[in-house]
């Protein structure tokens, strides 16, 4: 008898944990789904955040900036364009407030693995969005390139903000480490104001239209227009940053897209 009474009060504890794994595990999955259209409404005001401050329109250092403000902002001055890799052309039938380059890039179908992978990106979309910023008057003040590449210990994304020249560099904003982080005090020093202010009007082509903007410890190169000073403590990282720009103002990269930009293909 008490053989049985013990089997059958262990069966029934089995069955309540099982049933409350499955209660829990129904709670967790619904969670998720409800919530999912807000994560993801999160995540593009966090990238629409940085885009308006690597175009100069607003300092998150300087305070909280709010929802509204930046929704505003963005939507009056920010267009966001498809652009093919290959043709350098604008891509007419892709939103590029929706299109997703690292998912893209995940679609073999849709992608390519890159043959000079300087910045470790694995495969890259054939479709890149670019991001035109227009000033009060309507004008095209600011161009902006979204870059990544492998850094010491993660990938790092960052938004390249270039005048309509496409020479002169008005920004660099890293916004994500994706992986285990970059180190804090040295690969995430990317992020120090002060770092990013060195970039403001440098060059990124020598006069024979060369990419020429160089990452260096070189106090001689650094101080010149092509010159930028890499971070202190973090070759790897520094490396990364010049790897990553190499790449994406590349042939694989925005290259073409830029030589016809260039030659008056944004008008």
Known sequence: MANAANKDSFGRTLFIVVGLCLICSVLVSAAAVILKPTQEQNKLLDKQKYILEAANLINTREGKVSKEKILELYNQRVEAKVVNLASGDFVADIDGNTFEMDKAARDLSVSFKPKNDIASVKRVANNAVIYLVRNEQDQLNTVILPIKGYGL????YAFLAVKPDFNTIENLVYYDFTGSG???????????PKWIAKWKNKKLYDAQGNLA???TKNPVIASSEHGV??????????NGVQHSIDFWLGNEGFARFIDKARDGGLN
């Open 213 to 215: 903007i160089k990452v």
């Open 229 to 238: 000073d890499a971070l202190s403590g973090a070759t790897l990282t520094s």
């Open 182 to 192: 970059e180190t804090p005090g040295l690969g995430g020093e990317v992020q120090n």
């Open 153 to 156: 210990w993660s990938t790092m």
